[in-house]
């Protein structure tokens, strides 16, 4: 229980800092944010504009006070639920834009992270049964490509491929379930060959344990061995690297999101960047940060669950 | 045998043992063929960024619309992009471009975490507790949107590249040199130049960076994959390098634009891309195994 | 009655450009009913028998040579054939008995196994495993089950152990080092259980062991390995107390009671064993003719041993 609470601090002091940082970093942008205000607004106004429309909006928005004052301001706002600041773009809260965006960030990563760990398991198991024969080395040298090929890339030759030459699904778009096969699977990539790498290894190493030895010499069918003995063992450390590779993920997410028109939160965090939307910057990198810390919470959780030397040490 | 001589590697350090043991070291890689591949490939890699302005055929940045969107052929082995510049000569200038600045951020990612972890292991106490505190938090959260979200605020460029990067990376070298230097810091070397009254920095310097540094040798080589990856990306995205620049990322953006009717122009910036990131994660990967066979393979982040 | 004949038995791993001979040519018979105990130092080979009764060794292993189990040959038998006789007809005890149990599940569970797909209702079958426990000194055996491993002590791991291998009443017990590294103890305990076990149950049981007190306590017959070879075999007594090979006579020179003289000099390289008589560059007595020919087991004063001085005499 005390293990919790201190968890649940420190995520929420992670969760400030990084706020924090945001937060002080763009506000050192270069250029008044009231005249970036001002020219999200009245497009074609920005060389006419006056004295005091940019007082207008500085005082509008409270922007003459020190950041600090403005920070403080955003956490409160953000602790009690007032929301966490209004888009300059779309002059929207902040809180409706993420809400309308995250299902679809949601369904993207989750979709991948399925198909990567699903996959990622089952081959990495078969490769480590298959040890050194020829469909293992084949498997290995996929693994290798598969973490060092870029997403984006893969997505392109993706599309390239299945949209563009064999024309069975659309190149770009959200809604259908055919509209979610290449992001994902583009995305799912890099995690899948890092989770194959490491179920692999950690099989293998399993697989050499006496407990192993002692349960054949029980009598026990091979399928029993692995799927009773060998594999809650040796998930641990795939456990792990699934937390680590959540972040890779949602890192991944902001590009493949681009690519294919995907309307989830890594796009509005890329459009928002290049528009200087501050605020809506800061509600993505808070929404982000925080779905790879619950992730991780949750990781940590399943990886307690399933070492009772943990639990009981 | 292999654990032999990584036990002396890790008993005895590895940058001083290194004149000693490093025939030995060598002969070992050598032995691998995969890494004797992508040490070759390397070699070979880095002669290619480092004459890139002699081996290009063309001025990388020579416009010629009449030529643009062009095919692989005799004239331009890869093609031409979409104003017409060859994607060779291109491709071959990226590959500095992208070689340079991965070993820039590593650089100073490796020195800042160095530093950084020297002081939280060694010194402890409230130093050690503020700084892991803020390697925590830096490790906590995906480093690409970071990186990005740096990158917005201080416009494209090689330099901004490198500090966003670098701010990005520095933790986990911090985190790994503060393992190391807590399990030397017990060693008896270490205490008897405490003892025999040595000033702190010397300590560091010459007895605790030295025998630290191999495991983020290890880190740094894999990394400089990782960092190439991110470059790519961010250029990608269009916030990495200003769009002239030959970056195999910002090619790629570029070139996804004539996907249906120049499909080259996506593959090959992919292909180097792929190919740099394929050598160093092999070397990285044979590195580590060489120096302890019993770490437990397969963890790349 | 013989319940089991070995003959020929060679094992080699394969190890770079060569291969390491773990057991050379190894042959002896079990009789129905006899406690028969392998000794020798750590690396003889020894525990590489054991596990190649049950065809326990790694996939990389050479095995040649003939084991027939009352009748039937062990090395040709399918592997659903060979499930039937694992836990069932032999039982091992594994070394280590940390090791040989599954951190992760539970103890009840491990135990319950056992008796799966064997035609027996488990609720019996656990119901006599429980019961076994209790025979074997193990206090509050239903408390166990719903425990973990690693919240047993050594002793305790071991008792479980023995309770499994012992729940079909197998025709062979194998037992590979039962004492090694338990505190002295947990050791009388052990010692105490082989000599319930044997007395008891009446097993024939092939105990592989360094243990020199606990052969003498359970063992009728003994065979000494030397460098993967049987280098003497005969009654537990005979061997024990006029030892006639150099070797034996070392080792047992070589316990604490007996003056703890150790053996000088190493075990030879696996990998290139010498030429002549393998002990001979740490044998006292060593005569030119043991350096030039391998000398072969014969027959001597009703036991069987492996050494040329004896004929020479």
């Known amino acids: 229980m005390r293990y919790f609470l201190k968890r649940f601090g420190f995520m929420a002091l992670t969760v400030f800092a990084v706020c924090a940082l945001t937060f002080f970093l763009m506000n050192a942008i270069p250029g008044g944010t009231a005249e970036l205000i001002l020219k999200h607004t009245f497009v074609g106004l920005e060389e006419s504009a006056t004295e005091e429309q940019l007082n207008q909006i500085s005082s509008r928005y409270n922007l003459d006070d020190p950041l600090y004052i403005q920070f403080f301001r955003w956490v409160k706002a953000a602790v009690t639920g007032e929301g966490i600041g209004t888009s300059y773009v779309f002059r929207k809260p902040v809180l409706y834009l993420l809400a309308l965006r995250l299902p679809a960030t949601i369904q993207l990563a989750g979709a991948s992270m399925a198909i990567a760990v699903l996959a990622g398991v089952s081959l990495g198991i078969y490769s480590a049964l298959r040890e050194n024969r020829i469909s293992d080395h084949i498997l290995r040298v996929a693994t290798l490509f598969g973490v060092s090929m870029p997403c984006f890339w893969v997505a392109l030759l993706l599309i390239l491929v299945f949209s563009l030459k064999l024309k069975l699904v659309p190149v770009a778009g959200y809604g259908s379930l055919e509209n979610l096969f290449l992001p994902a699977a583009a995305l799912s990539l890099h995690s899948m060959a890092a989770v194959m790498r490491v179920t692999r290894t950690s099989m293998l190493e399993t697989l050499g344990q006496e407990y192993i030895r002692f349960a054949k010499a029980k009598g026990l069918p091979l399928r029993k061995i692995i799927s009773r003995h060998a594999l809650k063992n040796a998930m641990l450390p795939v456990v792990t690297v699934i937390g680590f590779q959540m972040g890779n993920l949602l890192g991944g997410t902001i590009v493949i999101e681009k690519i294919f028109a995907w309307p989830g939160i890594g796009s509005l965090l890329v459009d928002s960047i290049s528009a200087r939307d501050l605020p809506v910057v800061q509600g993505c990198v808070l929404a982000i940060v925080s779905m790879f810390l619950l992730v991780n919470f949750l990781v940590d959780m399943l990886y307690t669950h399933l070492d009772p030397r943990i639990r009981y040490g | 045998m292999d654990n032999v001589f990584a036990d002396r590697f890790r008993r005895e350090g590895f940058l001083p043992q290194l004149g000693e043991y490093g025939g030995e070291f060598a002969k070992r890689v050598f032995q691998r063929k995969d890494m004797l591949f992508a040490l070759a490939a390397l070699v070979l890699f880095a002669g290619v960024a480092l004459f890139a302005p002699l081996l290009s055929p063309y001025d990388p940045n020579a416009i010629d619309l009449k030529n643009k969107n062009l095919g692989p052929s005799e004239g331009h082995l890869l093609g031409t992009d979409y104003l017409g510049r060859d994607l060779l000569s291109r491709i071959l200038i990226g590959a500095r471009i992208s070689l340079s600045i991965a070993f820039g951020v590593v650089l100073i990612s490796l020195l800042v975490g160095i530093a950084a972890g020297c002081a939280a292991g060694y010194y402890g106490g409230l130093v050690d507790e503020c700084i892991s505190r803020v390697i925590d938090i830096f490790l906590s959260f995906p480093g690409v949107i970071f990186a990005l979200t740096i990158m917005g605020v201080l416009g494209s460029g090689i330099f901004n590249l490198m500090l966003a990067l670098s701010v990005v990376q520095w933790a986990r070298y911090a985190r790994l040199m503060r393992g190391q230097v807590l399990s030397l810091k017990k060693q008896e070397f270490v205490l008897s130049a405490v003892t025999s009254g040595a000033g702190d920095f010397h300590i560091i310097r010459r007895h605790i960076v030295p025998n630290a540094i191999a495991p983020l040798l290890v880190l740094a080589t894999i990394d400089l994959g990782h960092v190439i990856l991110s470059i790519a990306t961010l250029s990608f995205l269009g916030i990495g390098l200003p769009a002239d620049v030959p970056e195999w990322g910002a090619m790629l953006s570029a070139g996804k634009e004539f996907m249906r009717t120049a499909p080259h122009q996506t593959i090959f910036p992919g292909l180097a891309i792929t190919f740099v990131v394929v050598i160093f994660s092999i070397l990285g990967d044979g590195i580590r195994d060489i120096l302890d066979p019993h770490h437990e393979g397969g963890e790349m982040y | 009655m013989n319940l089991l004949e070995i003959r020929e038995l060679s094992v080699e791993f394969p190890a770079g450009e060569g291969s390491v001979k773990a057991v050379s040519r190894v042959s002896f018979d079990i009789r129905e009913g006899e406690t028969f105990g392998i000794i020798g130092e750590s690396g003889s080979g020894k525990s590489v028998v054991g596990l190649a009764l049950l065809r326990l060794l790694p996939a990389n292993a050479r095995v040649s040579g003939n084991i027939c189990f009352a009748g039937k040959e062990l090395f040709f038998l399918k592997p659903s054939e060979l499930r039937k006789i694992r836990g069932k007809r032999i039982s091992l005890m594994p070394q280590n008995p940390a090791g040989a149990l599954n951190p992760a599940l539970k103890n009840g569970l491990q135990i319950g196994e056992v008796f799966e797909r064997r035609g027996i209702e488990k609720k019996e079958g656990m119901k006599k495993a429980l019961g ?174 492996r050494c040329h001085l004896q004929f020479l005499q």
């Open chain 3, 132 to 305: 076994l426990m209790k025979k074997l000194f193990l206090q509050d055996p239903e408390k166990l089950c719903g425990l973990y491993p690693n919240q047993l002590s050594g002793g305790m791991r071991q008792r479980l152990i023995a309770a499994m291998s012992l729940s079909f009443e197998p025709e062979l017990l194998i037992a590979d080092e039962p004492t090694k590294g338990l505190d002295p103890e947990a050791r009388a305990g052990a010692v105490e259980l082989f000599t319930k076990i044997k007395n008891e149950y009446g097993k024939t049981m092939l105990l592989i062991t360094h243990d020199l007190d606990l052969a003498h306590e359970v063992c009728d017959r003994i065979a000494v390995m030397y460098a993967g070879e049987i280098v003497e075999l005969d009654e537990a007594s005979k061997i024990l107390h006029s030892p006639g090979h150099p070797y034996t006579k070392g080792l047992i020179r070589a316990h604490p009671r007996n003056g703890l003289v150790p053996l000088s000099g190493q075990s030879p390289s696996r990998i290139k064993l010498p030429e002549g008589c393998f002990f001979h560059e740490r044998c006292r007595h060593a005569a030119v003719e043991c350096s030039r020919r391998h000398p072969e087991i014969q027959n001597h004063k009703g036991g069987r041993i």
